[in-house]
Each structure stands twice: as C-alpha cells, then as structure tokens.
C-alpha cells in the first residue's frame, strides 16, 4: 500500500455505541495525499469486532487488527507496528474527529516544518462545527506551561512524524499515565533529531473528548497510584527542566503535582480495600516516598504555597484527609484552611 499523508490509530475495546461516531469522523475527512485507518480490535467482548470488519470490507482505507486483550497501550503499540504514513494520529474510539481537523492539522505542519503540531480539543459534541486555522508558536520552554493547560498529557491531540513515532512504545507496565510516559518519550526523540523544534499549537479544537463515560480510569481507585505518579512527574520535571522552563510555570506545575499525590493519599484511606490500620501504613508509605519529599523541599526554597504543603511536610494525614473531602465536597472549610496554611507560615510564601 502506497504511503498515506496520515495514519490514524484507534484502540478499540467495548465501544460498540461509540464506534461508528468515531470511524465516520475519520473517514469523512479530506485528506490531501490520502489517508489510512487502523482499527485494533482488542479482544472487546462485545459486537466492535464485527462493526471493525464491517467497516474494512466498505473502505479500502481501513485495516483490522485483531488481538487478545493486551490494554490500551497494548492496542496502539500493534497500531503503530502496523502504521504507514508520514505522520500519525492517535484516537479513542469513544471520541471524533471535528470536520476538517487531519488536513488543518497537515497544513499547519507544512507552514511550520520545525515544529510539533498540537491542538486543542471539545467535551461538547456540539461544538463539531469545521475548524479554523490559527496557530501560535511556542517555545520548548513553555513545556510545563502546555502541561498546565491539558495540552501535553494525552497522545490524541498531536501530529506525530511517522519515522519517529515508530521507533517508541507506550509502556505496557503502567495502568495509569502511560500517555504521558509516551509524550515525553517523543518529545526528547524530536529534541535529539531536532534540538531547535518548537511547538504549533491550533487554537481551534480539532478532537471531540467524550468525557460522559463512567467507569474510566479517572474514576477507579488505583492501588498504585501513588506508586506511579511520582515516577511520570520525575520525568516530566526533567524533561521541564532540558527545557529550561522558567520558575512561573514550575511553581504552578509544583503545585498541581503535589494536588495529584495528596489527593491520592486521601484516595488511599477512602477507598483502599484494606483495613483501617493497613489503609493508614500505606498512606505514610506513600508520604514517605523520596520524589514526594524532594518536591516538598523544592517548593520550600521556592516560597511557593499550596494548602497541601504544611499537611504533607508534617505528614498530617487527618489534614490532608479533611482538605480532600472539602475540595470534593465543595466545602468553604477548604479556603478557611487554605488561609489558614498561609497564615501560619508568616504570609512569606508565594500564592501564584
């Protein structure tokens, strides 16, 4: 098969009523230099299998692969064993592509050859309308900055060159963050190939994010979640730093990295399947962690503030068990303790 412009790779796993919303927003796009769909059927237990096949025998554009339950990033690792295309796409098969997106976002890489095409994304459906095409460059140095927006974190919203997204994996070991592992992953591979890139980010959402599903990996309580994130945000604090972001974006990034791990913590204790005593061992455990402490002694030599710094520094676990519960609960009890962490540190820290 002669090489497509694009190759789109979709992991399909129990998506039977989200499918063909998925498959038709690729198909319907018009793609100078044409366009190639990979559809990998991981092992779903329901009818996707057949809808996958149904589709390939219609267009000759769409390929089939199906396998044994290997995960997510086991589906988009025989994705791209099997891609051809000068760049890749990656796409949920509960999420769309809006009209327009795989050619705008073509275009903007032939404006900017040097740079990483990323876009930004919908959780309206209504919001399909065809895009426009408007970009702003960035530096390397803005890469916390990308991260805070909720731009860098998924590998669904980039255009990557075919040559290089070949040459990686998504890390089949994690069950929570691997996207990000696989982000950053090409993103050192583009800076060694091409140490002067910058980042094209479209204004327009070119990507429906169906964020209605219940029962994803945001919801579930993972035992090794605490485990996990602190080993993403050591590579993405590297990664920050090759960069040379500067303190205004490392602060805020500081701060929601230690939200992640505290609200973890609390996790631990709310939902963890062991006894009390147990949930309370695991949850100093994870305080304890070297990462964990590292980054609360950098952001003390920042000055920088958050209301989960004194709870986790003096390893309060009541405190950081009140905070979350506030937060979730939408509580004022939240900015009443927020200030009062302030306070107690002498007002000497930085808020923003």
Not at 216 to 223: A, G, P, Q
Not at 224 to 242: G, M, Q, S, V
Not at 274 to 293: I, V
Request: aromatic residues 8%; negative net charge.
């Amino acid at each position: 098969m002669e090489q497509p412009a694009v190759c789109v790779i979709v992991p399909v796993y129990n998506a039977e009523a989200t499918l063909p919303r998925c498959v038709e927003s690729v198909l319907s796009q018009q793609v100078r230099g044409g366009l190639r769909l990979i559809l990998v059927d991981d092992g779903s237990p329901d009818n996707c299998g057949a809808i996958c096949d149904s589709y390939a025998r219609q267009d000759p554009r769409v390929t089939v692969i199906h396998q044994e339950d290997r995960g997510v990033s086991g589906a988009r690792n025989s994705g791209l064993d099997a891609a051809s295309g000068d760049y890749i796409v990656f796409l949920d098969s509960d999420d769309a592509l809006l009209p327009g997106a795989l050619q705008t976002a073509l275009d903007a890489q032939t404006a900017d050859p040097d740079a990483l095409v990323i876009w930004n994304y919908t959780t309206e459906e209504k919001d399909a309308v065809p895009v426009a095409y408007t970009t702003r460059s960035v530096p390397q140095s803005s890469l916390a900055r990308l991260y805070l927006d909720c731009l860098i974190a998924m590998p669904w919203n980039k255009l990557y060159r075919g040559d290089l997204a070949r040459l990686i994996k998504f890390d089949v070991s994690y069950t929570l963050g691997e996207d990000l592992q696989f982000v950053l992953d090409y993103i050192a591979l583009l800076g060694r190939k091409q140490p002067d890139f910058h980042y094209a980010v479209l204004e327009s959402a070119l990507t429906f994010y169906d964020c209605s599903r219940t029962g994803t990996l945001s919801t579930r309580y993972h035992e090794d979640y605490c485990d996990i994130w602190p080993r993403h945000f050591e590579k993405l604090n590297a990664a920050c730093a090759a960069a040379a972001c500067p303190e205004s974006d490392l602060m805020p990034l500081h701060r929601a990295e230690l939200r992640v791990m505290a609200e973890g913590i609390a996790d631990i204790l709310r939902r963890d399947p062991a006894d009390a005593e147990s949930r309370r061992d695991k949850a100093r455990t994870a305080l304890a962690n070297s990462w964990l402490r590292s980054l609360l002694r950098t952001m003390t030599q920042q000055k920088c503030y958050s209301p989960w710094l004194l709870p986790c520094r003096t390893n309060s676990l009541r405190l950081i068990w009140t905070l979350s519960e506030a937060a979730r609960t939408e509580s004022p009890l939240f900015g009443k303790l927020d200030w009062a962490g302030y306070y107690l540190l002498l007002g000497r820290y930085r808020r923003s």
